[in-house]
């Protein structure tokens, strides 16, 4: 075979077309095309304050024993967040970042035949894992940026296997009540697996972190998936988690690799749950810097969609790449969205006090208010 070209043909077709995720610009590659120094990033919606110090304790710690295979069961973390919940250690699944777990629940549930109902705007990874496998997309449209859930609902067929629900969602930052998500949850057929994102949970604060925890003894089809890369901090170890009915989370661990999880995340993840003020601290931060950015978009005229997350979509009412572009030209880093068919907005990690002022004189500049 002298054409390279043919080795795409032999994909499977569902992978022949897909597109990959883009991720946010790291500071690194901004540097290197721009000879740029002091580099601000609020594209990922990481820690802006970083890992907790009982992480890195707990990292560092962990160093003397790298040449030994991870826990493949992660017995320590499981235990920790068991306890954390109240739920059996059975019920849970590790996963290399929560969007392992999003891999993991397509692999195990889906093939062509199916259907797997999502809103517009939902979570790029979504629609990913469904094209991946070559199952069919059911896109909802979005009410007021959020999920319509009635207009979901109204798509779930037989042939429905999944149901992606993001709360809150990224990256519009849109927040469902919990009454609402649970008739839902209701509602869905026992053949359909419902996965409800809370990637951004520990940022609502309204007792969301423990409200779908419950409905977990009622639905057997229910998978709640999190992670420790937003509020925890820890987005370069990759460590995120399902919590399921046993039964469910007993298919997920059948398909995921022997050790998705590295030591120094394990150990990491488990001593970040211990770190109350870390967290604590992430969260008033995150508060302050909300407020104090979308006062700045109100001074600059700018109109944005309140978010329960750490990050916030801005609407820049002209077409955000040019602005995107300008942005990088004053070393600042957003996240343009026009793969979520939001070609208007700039989505912005809230940083800290520092890093919101910096951005917010930078937007100032490129819009020349
Ligand atoms: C960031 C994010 C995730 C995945 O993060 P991991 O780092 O893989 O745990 C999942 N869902 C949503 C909605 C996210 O924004």
Not at 330 to 343: C, F, N, Q, S
Request: glycine fraction near 6%; proline fraction near 5%.
């Amino acid at each position: 075979m002298n054409n390279a070209d043919k080795i795409y043909s032999l994909a499977v077709s569902g992978v022949q077309k897909l597109i990959p995720y883009t991720p946010g610009k790291p500071i690194e590659e901004l540097e290197r095309e721009l000879g740029l120094s002091h580099i601000i990033k609020l594209a990922s919606n990481e820690n802006p304050l970083g890992p907790g110090k009982k992480a890195l304790a707990a990292i560092q710690e962990t160093l003397k024993d790298l040449a030994l295979y991870p826990d493949g069961n992660g017995f320590n973390l499981k235990q920790a967040l068991a306890k954390k919940y109240a739920v059996d250690m059975s019920q849970i699944t590790l996963g290399n970042g929560s969007n392992e777990i999003l891999e993991l629940v397509a692999r195990a549930f889906l093939t062509p035949e199916f259907e797997v109902v999502f809103s517009q705007h939902a979570f790029a990874v979504y629609p990913l894992v469904t094209q991946a496998i070559g199952a069919k997309a059911v896109v909802a449209p979005a009410l007021n940026y959020g999920h319509d859930l009635d207009a979901m609902l109204q798509r779930v067929t037989d042939k429905t296997r999944l149901v992606f629900i993001a709360n809150p969602n990224n990256p519009t930052g849109t927040l469902l009540a919990h009454a609402d998500v649970e008739a839902f949850i209701a509602a869905l057929p026992d053949t359909c697996i419902c996965v409800l994102d809370e990637a951004y949970c520990e940022f609502v604060g309204d007792g969301s972190a423990d409200t779908s925890i419950a409905w977990l003894n009622l639905y057997p089809n229910l998978l709640i998936t999190r992670t420790f890369s937003k509020a925890y901090g820890l987005a370069g170890l990759r460590v995120g988690y399902g919590l399921s009915s046993p039964q469910l989370a007993d298919i997920l661990n059948r398909v995921r690799q022997p050790f998705n999880n590295n030591m120094l995340a394990l150990a990491a993840a488990e001593a970040a749950l211990t770190d109350t003020e870390h967290l604590q601290n992430t969260i008033a931060v995150n508060a302050q810097g909300m407020q104090f950015i979308t006062e700045g978009f109100k001074k600059l005229g700018l109109e944005w969609i309140p978010s329960a997350g750490n990050f916030v979509l801005v609407n820049m009412k002209q077409p955000a790449i040019p602005i995107y572009e300008a942005l990088l030209r004053k070393g600042v880093i957003v996240r343009p969205v026009g793969v979520y068919e939001l070609p208007n907005h700039l989505r912005v990690t809230i940083g800290t006090e520092a890093e919101n002022q910096q951005f917010l004189q930078a937007l100032a500049k490129v819009t020349n208010v």
